[in-house]
């Protein structure tokens, strides 16, 4: 496998990213992980028992900056070049989704405390731990976070995070904030902390001026959308025939297929998420995985498909509320979209987020809940 420096270092040649001394200072340091974590000898190898303890683990790292400064990028790289057997990266809102319901399954057991229960299944599924977007939006994460990350970090699990926010910031002005200050000073104890905040917002650099919604429906409105997939994902002209697909988890154990996925952006057809019997868990499990939406085929609205802008107005709530960013095609403009009939008047407040989710400062909004 080749090295993260080297994957940053060709993607810069290639024109595809720009010399940027954050993101060029950020990708050494992952290089340097890198070799830590495939130099480190695996559990219970002969040079642990003639140490007579397991080595120290490799340091992890914590990497915060603002909108398209290219975290998510370069976790990317680092994820897939790092060659080590258990390792694991997550949505950092679904990993705390998941951590609930373990810790809600633990309990059942009634045999002690749960926590460290949690800890050892973690530590023993992965040695490294990647999270996107960390952030605490919640009481329940913050009172736990603090136990959890350390009995993770003891465990010798390494973690390595992206955040929009720096450490400092985390949970600012949460109920019981106190709570959660353990957490902040684990953070700065245990990981290096790095900003990305170069001048330019890269994912909104690739947007440039792109229409993000397009009217009407049809081969030229398909096109564009099209040419905005490949320029916010990176992916090669040769393999546009084959974009990956992915099925993502949604709550009650359900699974959604997406069409098109990669880098954070998902591509679906109004039909597929709005005249197919879906409901709020499955837009909100698209929220929080996706930091842009591209959806297509969207019909004129109207009393006699209520159902279908039923799905639509609760998609739409979904994707405002995580902030994410949405491309379209339509047959109308939002304001035409649901033009009158039994429902227009209820109609508004979604044609008003659709108008706003066009301005740049929506666009200029970090991905995740409020």
């Avoid at 080749?2 to 050494?28: F, K, N």
């Avoid at 684990?186 to 905040?197: E, G, H, N, S, Y």
């Avoid at 359900?254 to 039909?271: C, D, E, N, Q």
């Avoid at 498909?305 to 639509?312: G, M, S």
């Amino acid at each position: 496998m080749t090295s993260v420096i080297a994957r940053y270092r060709a993607l810069v040649a290639a024109g595809e990213l720009r010399a940027d001394p954050d993101q060029a200072a950020a990708a050494e340091r992952l290089d340097r992980l890198q070799q830590e974590m495939e130099a480190a000898p695996p559990r219970g190898s002969t040079l642990w028992k003639m140490l007579r303890k397991a080595p120290e683990p490799p340091r992890g790292l914590y990497m915060f900056g603002g909108v398209g400064r290219g975290k998510s990028m370069l976790m990317d790289l680092f994820f897939d070049a790092v060659n080590v057997q258990r390792k694991k990266r997550a949505h950092f809102h679904e990993f705390m989704l998941d951590v609930h319901a373990m810790l809600a399954e633990a309990r059942k057991s009634e045999s002690g405390d749960p926590i460290p229960q949690v800890v050892a299944v973690l530590a023993d599924q992965a040695r490294l731990l990647c999270f996107d977007e960390m952030v605490v939006n919640n009481m329940a994460d913050a009172a736990i976070m603090s136990r959890l990350f350390a009995g993770l970090l003891a465990a010798r699990v390494t973690i390595v995070t992206t955040s929009n926010r720096a450490p400092d910031e985390l949970y600012k002005n949460g109920l019981n904030r106190q709570l959660f200050l353990p957490f902040i000073a684990l953070i700065k104890d245990r990981l290096d902390v790095m900003t990305l905040d170069g001048p330019t917002d890269y994912r909104l650099d690739r947007l440039g001026d792109a229409t993000l919604w397009h009217s009407p429906n049809g081969p030229e409105a398909t096109a564009a959308l099209s040419e905005a997939f490949f320029r916010l994902t990176d992916y090669p002209p040769s393999d546009r025939a084959n974009v990956p697909a992915e099925d993502i988890m949604v709550q009650g154990g359900r699974m959604l297929h997406v069409p098109k996925s990669l880098k954070g952006v998902a591509v679906f057809s109004f039909k597929r998420l709005c005249v197919e019997a879906r409901g709020a868990p499955d837009y909100l499990a698209i929220a929080r995985k996706y930091h842009t939406v591209i959806l297509v085929g969207i019909p004129v609205l109207g009393p006699e498909k209520r159902n279908e802008a039923a799905r639509f107005v609760t998609l739409i709530d979904s994707l405002y509320e995580y902030k994410v960013k949405l491309l379209a095609s339509a047959d109308a403009q939002p304001v035409a979209l649901y033009p009158e009939g039994d429902g227009a008047f209820e109609f508004e407040r979604t044609v008003s987020r659709l108008m706003e989710m066009q301005s740049n400062d929506y666009l200029a909004l970090g991905h995740g809940p409020k």
